[in-house]
């Protein structure tokens, strides 16, 4: 029997120290990968009065890259109660409580129970892991199926589907709608690069009734699902701790809770758990923008919001621009940050149910100095062009329904390249022309934004520069990109570049390139008495090692092999090596560089992972 020592490990690569026993066989081989060293995460509520905060759960989560020794990362999702879900992670869990503590006061934490370990030498308690109570219901029974699966959940950042209003019966149509809604967003646009990092399952619990519930009552459903009216709007949930049992029940495998409620119209909700609905139209626009929300950790890019931060948000033109590497050159601006000349004198989000005595009309005036202006709107419940006339001071804007839209929600953009003179008022307004639609035909959003010429506005696609955004009380923020991005266009389906190199950035906090690395021994083809020390490197197929079509960003995997500090120029690039047994022993280092177009800036060194090693023992039992 040989031993096979294996010490150490570099950056955030985790790899064993555990001794490896490999016998004189062949040895297909050993995992040396740590992968023990997963951190804390305690969940609690904090409700809006930030009084009363209640625990939900302590467990150990999935590695964070990124995350030392003493840190804790505190991240609050809101929930659609108002409340706040608040997730603490540690890896030990005396450094959890100093900041639990910030949001629940300096008191125990009820079902959480405490005790001291031991007072190290600064007289500081230690506390061990408590044992906690069960706060949340027993999970519900899930049936959960793979839809993509790259690798590992450990190792990778895992969405889920959770069915709420599909009858038994209707399992298949939920497999379906979720499969369409991963495909939609992972297959060409919007996730497609980062596809190797996530997996997507669908997780089905039948409900008792089929769809989801109005008027804020919810039907007998899983997670009871329900719109507040009849109008497409916001979807609900009245039953969190469930939904909360259920993902946590999947351990690893579940980052991204999706409830998907069975309805075929517009409606979701962003936060601690996403919702959406599997419309045609619209399910997969709602499911990439809150993804967008909850993954990456931006606010809007639209107008009329209240929530703008990330890297796609500056408050402030003067200081440093977070996208300042992708700033389109400019022989014009030099070196002055550029600011696109736009304004916008009217904005509003009415959902309102539209009637045929009374128009819906808003007066805004103008300041009348803009070449060009575009009306924006949504409306739901409004399948045909004679339903509805939209007028600008009077003018027709001959609004068409998209086809096909039938009665789900749709936005409208209306381009004009005339001055909106500044003499008087202007009114833009919706007359319902058919009575049968009372009741759903409805007005959801409605915006008129100014723009300067092409030369003051440059309005093209690709166009990095600072864009005013305009809030609902009018404050000016500034974005990346004018419609590149689906934070601010819903309806189209890419990231701009700055939020997609956050989504790279915020991804590989959660996934290593390296999933694994085995050692093993295989006899010698040439000499079968002879042994070969064999290392295989499981990286995660990105760049050259993508398994299906490539994609269109350049992309290249460096990886180098080193041995007691010398690099092994032969392996440069190699994933597997084989090294005469006589050469085995030694300490191995491999170091993994990945690049992309899609990221620019990495100051963490998340491109960049790696470890050591060291082989003790050789293979065959004579030497
Ligand atoms: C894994 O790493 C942790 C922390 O560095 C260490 O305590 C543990 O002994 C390691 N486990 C193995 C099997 O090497
Ligand atoms: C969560 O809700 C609070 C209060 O309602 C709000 O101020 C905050 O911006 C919300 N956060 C997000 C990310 O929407
Ligand atoms: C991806 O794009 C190709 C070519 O443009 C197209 O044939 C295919 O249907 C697309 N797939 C999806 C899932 O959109
Ligand atoms: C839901 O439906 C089941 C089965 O039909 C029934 O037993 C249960 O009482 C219902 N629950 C509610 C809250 O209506
Ligand atoms: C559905 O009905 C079954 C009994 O038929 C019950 O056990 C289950 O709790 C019900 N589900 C909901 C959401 O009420
Ligand atoms: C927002 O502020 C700008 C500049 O002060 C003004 O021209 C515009 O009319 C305002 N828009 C709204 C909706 O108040
Ligand atoms: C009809 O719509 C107008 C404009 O939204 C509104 O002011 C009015 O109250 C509505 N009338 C009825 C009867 O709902
Ligand atoms: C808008 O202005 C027109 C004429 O200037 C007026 O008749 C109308 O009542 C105004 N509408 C609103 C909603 O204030």
Redesign the pocket.
Known sequence: MNLLKLAGFLSSCYLSSASVVVSGEHNPGTSILNDTNRPFELLLELDRTKTECRFIGLRKTQKLRGLYPGDALVKTLNTSSGNERISIIAHEVHDIWPKAYNFCGDKEIPYLHRTVEHIDREGQHVYAVPKQENVLPPPPKLEVEPLFQSGPSQNRVDLVFFSDGYLEEEKQKFLDDAMRLAEDISYNQTFNTVRPLLNFWAAFTPSNETGIGVGGKPKNTTYGLYRDGTELRGVYYSNPDLARAACLSLGTQCDYPILMGNDPLYGGLGGEFTVITPSLANGPLVLRHELGHSVIDVGEEYDGGFAYFGVNAIHDPSKPISWSHWLTPLETSFGNPRIERS?????AYPWTLLNTSTPWSINF?S?GTYPRHIVRFSLSGLPKAEDLLVELDGVDLKWKPRADIGVDRWHYDVQQTTFLDSAGSHEVKFSLKNKDLEGTAQLCSVEILEFGTEDEFISALGHYSLFPT?SDK?ETTYRPTNEDCLMRIVTTPNFCKVCLEDLWRSLLHRVDFIDDVVTGCKPSPVWPWEWLRTIDLRLIPLAQFREEESVASKETYSITWSKNGRVLEQFKDQTYIEVDDREGPGVYTIDVKFATEEVRYDPEGLLTTGGDFSVSEFCSKKN
């Open positions: 304004v916008m004198p009217m904005q005036t300041a305009f009018n």
